[in-house]
T-cell receptor
Framework: DQQVKQNSPSLSVQEGRISILNCDYT??????FLWYKKYPAEGPTFLIS?????DKNEDGRFTVFLNKSAKHLSLHIVPSQPGDSAVYFC?????????????FGTGTRLKVLA | DTGVSQDPRHKITKRGQNVTFRCDPI?????LYWYRQTLGQGPEFLTY????????KSRLLSDRFSAERPKGSFSTLEIQRTEQGDSAMYLC??????????????FGEGSRLTVL
């Protein structure tokens, strides 16, 4: 039962353009969402988060949008840089259910072309 | 460096042997998590602690797996009678309750296990 899905395993974008990474979830109890970036042989690094009470959160080049009715969130990176090339994971938690575990998607490999 | 540290970074073992991984979280973080990641997959939740209490365990955590956090600081993850299917990256993360203002988990660099 994959509660958090990233249906695009890979994405290629030209440097300077926008990268849009998508994530869908099935559990309506999820109330907190995170995005992580992972380079090979390293642990995931936190990028940005969003609470279910918001529909947008912005931090520099990174913006996360949440559409609760569609159970969908997306990460926008503008402008994309070659150093952004990595695997991106979305994750969700449902603290109101009394649990603080995070469920991760399978990841999207982003390649930013110079 | 005051981040999450894991030891060892790499472990190669023969099937049937026991292995133990250690995680030192960021000090003052009271939540500690263990995840497992295999190739092409996202991190899969194994278990988490709040202080020394193990609050939740995944069904992935068979009876060959045991995790402890005896004094609410460092944690160990032991795998007994390893199988080839246990080969994976074992990730530890810590969090100060809700992760401060943003709810994030701070991950270590992981311990890669190869079972021959």
């Amino acid at each position: 039962d994959q509660q958090v899905k990233q249906n695009s395993p890979s994405l290629s974008v030209q440097e300077g353009r926008i990268s849009i990474l998508n994530c869908d979830y099935t559990n309506s109890m999820f109330d907190y969402f995170l995005w992580y970036k992972k380079y090979p042989a390293e642990g995931p690094t936190f990028l940005i988060s969003i609470s279910s009470i918001k529909d947008k959160n912005e931090d520099g080049r990174f913006t996360v949008f949440l559409n609760k009715s569609a159970k969908h969130l997306s990460l926008h990176i503008v402008p994309s840089q070659p150093g952004d090339s990595a695997v991106y994971f979305c994750a969700a938690s449902a603290s109101t259910s009394g649990t603080y575990k995070y469920i991760f998607g399978t990841g999207t490999r982003l390649k930013v072309l110079a | 460096d005051t981040g999450v540290s894991q030891d060892p970074r790499h472990k190669i073992t023969k099937r049937g042997q026991n292995v133990t991984f250690r995680c030192d979280p960021i000090s003052e973080h009271n939540r500690l998590y263990w995840y497992r990641q295999t190739l092409g997959q996202g991190p899969e939740f194994l278990t988490y602690f709040q202080n020394e209490a193990q609050l939740e365990k995944s069904r992935l955590l068979s009876d060959r797996f045991s995790a402890e956090r005896p004094k609410g600081s460092f944690s160990t993850l032991e795998i007994q009678r390893t199988e080839q299917g246990d080969s994976a990256m074992y990730l530890c993360a810590s969090s100060p309750r809700r992760g401060g203002s943003t709810g994030e988990l701070f991950f270590g660099e992981g311990s890669r296990l190869t079972v021959l």
